[in-house]
Every structure is written in C-alpha cells, then in structure tokens.
C-alpha cells in the first residue's frame, strides 16, 4: 500500500454502476432483459464531452485501471502505468471511463450475480456473450453518460478487439482507435491454450456442472492451473530466463514433485492469488469470447472488408516478443486498414516481457503512446 499517492496517479477512486433495464439482444440468440455494468472514471469531462475516452479491458482486467479504492489497497488500477496526469492518457486533459464487461465477476451482470428472474446465482446459465455484445453494452453506457462520440477508443489484447468492434460497428462514435497487442482473431494455438484451462476448471471435482457456488465451493485447483497455464503464454521465454533462470528455491534439489525451482513458486503464487480474485465461470466465458471473435468471418476471411465501415485514425502497437498475440497479427490488421486507405500509424516496439508488455511503462511504447494521445487531445482542444 502506498504511504502517500504518488503526484502522477488519479489518486482515490470509487466505483459507479448503472441498471440498464432495455433487453439486451446476444449474438448467441438470448436476451438480456436487464443488466448492470459497473464502470470508473478519471478526469474532467468538457462541456460537450468531446474529451471522454473508453478504456476496454483484457480477459482478467476490469473497470478499475488506475488510483486506489483506499490507502489500504495493495497495488492501484491494472493501466495505473498509462492512466493520469501527464501519462498518455493524461487525465488532465481526458475524461477516461474504464466499464467492466458483461460477464466478468467484478460488479457487472455476470455468473457470479443473481439472476433476478429466479434469485439464484446466474452459475453457467449466464448467456456466452462476445465482443460485439459487449460494444453493444458500452454504447449504451455512453449513451447515459451523455457521450455522443469517444475522443478515442484504447485497449490492449482482448481489449483491443473490442476497439476492433468498436470501430466497425459504430464508425460515427469514435475518431480514434487505439489497439495495443491485438490480433484479428485467434490462432488454433491461442484457441488450443483457451481449452486447456477450459478444461483443467471443468474437470476439477468442485466444479459442479458450474453451479459450484450453490454448493458452498470454488473449483480452486482447476482455475489455478488454468491461470498458470496462461500466464506462461503471457510471458516470453527471455522475460522467464532473465527472471528465474534456473535458480532454486533452496540451496538443493529435492528429488520429489513439490516446489523446487523459483519459476514452480511464482507460478504457484500467480494461479493462488488468482483465485482468490477471479471467477470460474467468468474465465471460461472470457476465453470463449476470445476465441469466438473474427469479423473477417462475415466477409469471406476479407479484413480489409470486415474493417471497411472505419472512419476512425488508428493507432496500433505491438510488442517484439509477444509470441501470443505476436507483430505478426498486428501487421495483419495494418494492411487490412491500409488496403483499405484508412489512416493507420504502426509502431512495433523492442521489449522483452512479452504479451504482458502491454501493461508495463516500457520507455518506447509510453513514447509512441502519449505522442499520439498528445495528438489525440490537441484535436479536442482546438486552436
């Protein structure tokens, strides 16, 4: 916990939510019939809100991204190192809303809420949502706040699909487009992994079909290894090399199957604390709208054409060693935006810790980042 805020964060922060009771229609053939999203805000609005930005979280993030709910929190907001005064998403000059997707397992509508049609758990009868479904919810949340057009739409990894979709489906909302280690869609590989962990939580004894909470449980050993599995892919071979090597736990190898080498404890530590933090359920249907998300499946597998309806100057970085959501599939979305003459800037920044780089003050990344956002606000501002 910090002894005092630092001068650069937004400081204490609280929590909003808003009950939406308009039925919310799901790509899966379900309705919503009513719904509530939790969201948090950093900054000032101006008069006509031309300076409000959304922020779209990754698989495990949620609304809060940045400052502290109180002196007693541990660490502050998961983007603190990109969220207030005078970092790229200068809250001096930006009114930033950071919303918690439908869901997740942080306040939103999701498994781990009642459903209010029956006043038991939603459990895994909480409809499969993707990411079209979640920008449908946002604007509908930007609606409430009064915000007719995002100055930009930001987010890293899943968080950049939805900036995707954000950009394709509603082209007059936002001007710009930030979408930091994204992809397209998935690879087999990256869907490979997503069944993996789906897998290790469905199997574990306590997961009850999903309806673990009625039963008083959590299927804690399965969503462990299901985070640890994927937070090795969020970490590059080097980042673990420089970081663990590898280095012991004790002075001596122990010749058995407990703790043995620093990178078995960290890992251990990583998926522990996971669940400490974080749903079943809401894991399993995150990773499914990872995997579900293609626009270019409505176009015979044309990006450029899926991406025809933007309007809005992009920005998208990647990260060298991000092998999960790797340069490659950055560059794919370039040239789908390229070929399709929209203005497009593209930086591939040198760093070593791999997909996970995304969150971190990387020097080059803050430096291409705040150098567009510094573009970003001078529209808003004006002569």
């Known amino acids: 916990m910090p002894e005092s805020l630092p001068a650069d964060s937004v400081g204490l922060v609280q929590p909003q939510s808003l009950h939406f009771d308009q039925p919310l229609e799901l790509d899966c053939g379900r309705t919503l019939p009513e719904y509530e999203l939790v969201y948090e805000t950093y900054g000032t609005p101006n008069a006509d809100r031309s300076n409000a930005i959304l922020v779209c979280h990754a698989l495990s993030g949620d609304h809060h991204a940045a400052g502290y709910h109180s002196m007693e929190d541990r660490k502050p907001g998961w ?70 057009q995002w100055a930009a739409v930001v987010g890293g990894s899943l968080g950049g699909m939805q900036v995707m979709q954000w950009a394709i489906d509603y082209p007059d909302r936002l001007r710009h487009a930030v979408i930091i280690a994204g ?31 009625e039963h008083g449980t959590v299927p804690r050993h399965g969503l462990m290894l299901a985070r640890m599995l994927g937070h090795i892919t969020y970490l590059s071979d080097e980042a673990m090399r420089a970081k663990f090597g590898r280095e012991l736990r004790t002075e001596q190898i ?65 990260f060298t060693s991000d092998w999960r959501f790797s340069p490659e599939r950055s560059r794919e979305i370039v040239k789908a935006l390229l070929d399709g003459n929209k203005h497009v800037a593209y930086a591939e920044v040198q760093a070593h810790q791999g997909h996970d780089a995304f969150l971190m003050p990387i020097p080059q990344y803050m430096a291409v980042f705040r150098t567009y956002m510094e573009g970003v606000a001078a529209e808003v501002e004006g002569p």
Not at 93 to 99: C, D, H, K, S
Not at 184 to 212: K, T
């Open 183 to 213: 992809a397209p869609r998935l690879s087999a590989q990256n869907i490979a992994f997503n069944e993996v962990a789906r897998q290790a939580i469905m199997s574990d004894p306590e997961f009850h079909d999903g309806y673990y909470l």
């Open 79 to 148: 983007w603190e190192a990109c969220i207030g005064p005078g970092k790229p998403l200068d809250t001096d000059r930006f009114f930033i809303v950071a919303v918690n997707n439908l869901g997740s397992c942080k306040g939103s509508s999701g498994p781990n809420t009642i459903n209010p049609e029956t006043g038991r758990y939603w459990g895994p009868d909480f409809p499969i949502v993707t990411v079209r479904d979640w920008v449908h919810s946002h604007a509908r949340l930007a609606d409430a706040l009064g915000i007719e």
């Open 254 to 318: 122990n010749f058995g199957y407990d703790v043995d080498f620093q990178v078995e404890s960290y890992l251990r530590y990583q998926g522990q604390s996971f669940v400490d933090r974080f749903d079943a359920n809401t894991y399993l249907l995150m990773t499914r709208a990872l995997d579900y998300f293609d626009p270019a499946a409505e176009t015979e597998d044309d990006l450029a054409a899926a991406l025809a309806p933007v309007t809005a100057r992009s920005l998208v970085i990647s």
